[in-house]
């Protein structure tokens, strides 16, 4: 394989394997802030044992989100030089900042929150679990203002061959970033509440700690049901803003090879026949992309074969269609598994309400399985978005194959894509059997530790967080 | 007033990489001593938990340091980070193995299971420094770029003696740097045997540094390019290090700890005075050096990246200041027996 296809294949990986860690930590850390929250107000210990027991889990997926992070970040220097090159001046700055903001602000009052249960009054340690909280916000919004710079490009001009910035407000008031951003962080929390809701269905099932684990049910429903929404609704103006600003990735995303009629259909399913740029068989539902597109029921949607001839006029010759079945399908099982996030969300709330919570073993197992659904979806949504971008990899400026770095060979890269698979690989099966671990052990044993010592490590660094 | 922005942020990455190697290199050196000073599994425990709450803070500044590398000086970034593609592929392995080893070392009893990760912390805090000295010493030696700015470079272009004196005196001063900071940290018999190990340890770091320095007259030009300040440096840190000495002698703690960490900040200070105005050395051809102008970025990016970088790190500073000044009390291994 070539050295473009394999730093393809690890950047994929890679950031596929972080993007697993990165949605559950703001998830998981805005449920167990807002956990503390009921504790101070509200003064009952059994939220601050909720705070402890899901904590465990956050920080042991913490650790990994951070290590896989650092990657992240030096591997565009690494294997994408002409691409740091190119958008250093304008994509440097969303990272540096937040380094500055955010993983500052993370670390310090992470390490505050864990040892300093004894240590700090209720209040500043609360306040501690709320600002790492607001870090993994801020460091979402600055990774997707870079992000939407390759998507949507604004704030800059190209100057001696490479971007440089002229308005940094353009930078961070982009549209794209303002549909991207929320969207991003609803599925984040939607990935840590359905965390929640999996991990106590499974334990209400087990008849273990009912009353601990109904509690963060219904805790976490509450946020999966408003973030479902939420996700729903930024999503449909994502789709709405991508017509406008990359048609192409819509058309591949609809399987649209020619113009679309007017109102536009919906394809459901299709058999993409991508060699010959046809459909040989479709589900269709009026009216529905005339809607996603524009918010009526009406307008038509331009095709893939007429964009491709303007970006031809546009840009040269060349292949301007991406990757048209990934595109298509991985937008599909997004919307789909959305789509199952707030029905699974709103039956539950049904449920509760009625107190058949316990009784409802059979959606209780479906809720363990759909601890799956919000990673499912959202690594789709980013293979859509990033997938349907292609060949650029700042769109409209900078294609993928010329973005990579001339001096790293093939056997390099090959080196680097195995040992980090590998060790990502350990990572993913000793974190699944410590997740495993904390959530059979349960939060009972939390209760033992009550004595201030005057070591500020001693009970809580090896009490009950360390043990 | 003109602000040269270009030398401003030269200054401020140097700064990072400064409070990266001071506070990340105690932590660094704690990870060493799991081994060479602590005998029991409960005293390596104890160790963990001098840094337990501020090892990742401490890293921070060196993922700092890279964004503010990719922001400022992209040409820098790129070409450093693509031209020494395969130690900082080993890099981020052991960076990505120390990691989770804090958080899963103690997530189950079984002494093989904490066995391993002890492993791994202390192979991690000994090579990462390690290779920390070899990037600072081939920035300083130079490296094959041509004229694109790229870097073909085999593993000799930046193994070669000089580079692995720098390696060997830079993981011997942060061993030093951590030992001082378990004086600082524990009690009793450990910090006993810390203090005595870094009564041995400071001649070494004494000794390699100064092999740093003459190498550096022979395999470098930062004393015909910077030698009237760097002289004076030099003199410092020799100084320094006497001084850590005596300290360490009178087990005066808190300024032997100083003491290193002055050293650390003069050291590699001198790395980022001797390469002004560039930031990489060519050793094909002194036209193709990276300098602080045909490798940053834009004056437009520069000024808004000063005025956030201004804005925020007085405040990081006060936070991270305030952690340490939370977890001030030294740790103890008898309060607490379950590990």
């Known amino acids: 394989m070539d050295v473009i296809t394999l730093s393809r294949i690890q950047f994929a990986s890679t950031t596929i394997f972080h993007f697993i860690f990165v949605p559950l930590s703001i998830g998981l850390v805005f449920l167990i802030a807002l956990m503390e929250t009921l504790y101070v107000v509200k003064g009952k210990e059994q939220y601050k044992k909720m705070a402890k027991f899901w904590g465990h889990l956050f920080l042991i997926n913490f650790a990994v989100g951070v290590v896989t992070g650092i990657l992240q970040e030096f591997q565009f220097g690494m294997n994408w030089s002409n691409y740091s090159r190119f958008v250093g001046d304008v994509f440097g700055a969303p990272l540096a900042v937040e380094a500055l903001l955010a993983f500052f602000m993370e670390s310090t009052f992470i390490g505050l929150w864990i040892f300093g249960w004894k240590r700090l009054s209720k209040k500043v340690h609360l306040m501690c679990i709320w600002l790492v909280s607001i870090g993994t916000i801020i460091s979402a919004f600055w990774i997707l203002v870079a992000n939407s710079f390759m998507q949507y490009p604004v704030g800059f001009e190209v100057n001696n061959g490479r971007a440089e910035m002229n308005d940094f407000l353009a930078l961070i008031t982009s549209g794209q970033v303002w549909v991207e951003f929320p969207h991003t962080v609803f599925g984040s929390l939607a990935t840590g509440a359905f965390l929640i809701t999996g991990v106590s269905a499974w334990k209400l099932l087990k008849k273990q700690d009912t009353a601990f684990f109904k509690k963060s049910f219904n805790i976490a429903l509450i946020v999966a049901i408003i973030s479902g929404f939420g996700i729903a609704f930024t999503g449909h103006a994502q789709s709405q803003f991508l017509v406008e600003t990359q048609p192409m990735k819509m058309a591949a995303a609809e399987g649209l090879w020619e113009d679309s009629g007017d109102p536009a259909a919906w394809t459901m399913f299709a058999n993409i026949d991508s060699d010959n740029q046809e459909n040989s068989f479709e589900v269709n539902i009026p009216y529905i992309l005339s809607y996603l597109s524009y918010s009526e029921f009406s307008g038509s949607v331009e095709g893939m074969k007429s964009i491709q001839a303007k970006y031809e006029e546009l840009y040269g010759e060349g292949d301007y269609i991406p990757p048209v079945k990934t595109t298509f399908w991985s937008f599909r099982i997004m919307v789909f598994t959305g789509g199952l996030m707030i029905l699974l969300g709103l039956y539950g709330a049904y449920l509760s309400k009625r107190k058949k919570l316990e009784q409802s073993s059979k959606y209780l197992k479906i809720m363990i399985w759909a601890i799956s659904l919000p990673f499912i979806g959202g690594t789709a949504g980013w293979i859509m978005t990033e997938i349907g971008r292609q060949p650029w990899v700042v769109f409209g400026h900078m294609q993928t194959q010329d973005a990579v770095s001339p001096n790293v060979t093939a056997g390099q890269v090959l080196f680097s894509l195995i040992s980090f698979s590998a060790i990502y690989l350990i990572l993913a099966i000793v974190m699944a059997y410590l997740f495993v671990r904390v959530i059979k052990k349960g939060p009972v044993e939390e209760e033992k530790d009550v004595k201030l010592t005057t070591d500020p490590f001693g009970e809580e660094g090896y009490g009950s967080y360390a043990k | ?339």
């Open chain 2, 1 to 339: 007033m003109v602000l040269m922005l270009n030398e401003v942020w030269f200054i401020l990455i140097a700064v990072l990489f400064v409070g990266f190697l001071f506070l990340e290199g105690f932590d660094f050196g704690v990870g060493m001593a799991m081994r060479f000073v602590a005998k029991t599994p409960g005293e390596r425990r104890v160790l963990i938990n001098t840094i337990g709450p501020v090892w990742d803070g401490n890293e921070v500044w060196l993922i700092t340091a890279g964004g503010a590398m990719f922001a400022a000086f992209p040409h820098w970034y790129a070409t450093l980070f693509s031209g020494l593609y395969m130690p900082l592929v080993i890099m981020l392995l052991l960076l990505i193995g120390r990691g989770v080893a804090f958080e899963f070392r103690s997530k189950l009893e079984h002494p093989k299971w904490r066995d391993t990760w002890d492993w791994t912390i202390f192979i991690s805090s000994l090579l990462n420094p390690f290779l920390w000295g070899v990037v600072f010493a081939a920035l300083m030696a130079g490296l094959p770029i041509d004229s694109e700015m790229n870097i073909y470079a085999s593993l000799f272009d930046y193994i070669t003696p000089y580079t692995l004196i720098g390696a060997i005196a830079i993981t011997l001063l942060c061993f030093l740097h951590g030992l001082f900071f378990i004086t600082l940290k524990t009690t009793g018999d450990l910090q006993h045997r810390a203090r005595e190990t870094a009564k041995k340890v400071v001649y070494a770091v004494g000794i390699a540094l100064v092999a740093f320095v003459v190498a550096s007259y022979f395999y470098t030009d930062i004393f015909e390019v910077r030698g009237a300040v760097l002289i004076p440096i030099f003199a410092l840190i020799v100084v320094a290090v006497i001084f850590a000495r005596s300290f360490a002698l009178k087990s005066r703690d808190g300024w032997a700890f100083t003491m290193t960490g002055l050293t650390i900040a003069l050291t590699v200070t001198s790395v980022f005075v001797g390469l002004f105005p560039r930031v990489m050395v060519s050793s094909i051809n002194h036209a193709f050096d990276l300098t602080i102008h045909n490798a940053a970025s834009g004056p437009y990016s520069l000024k808004v990246m000063t005025i956030v970088a201004v804005t925020l790190i007085p405040f990081v500073l006060g936070y991270q200041i305030w952690s340490y000044y939370v977890f001030r009390k030294r740790v103890k291994e008898e309060e607490h027996l379950e590990y």
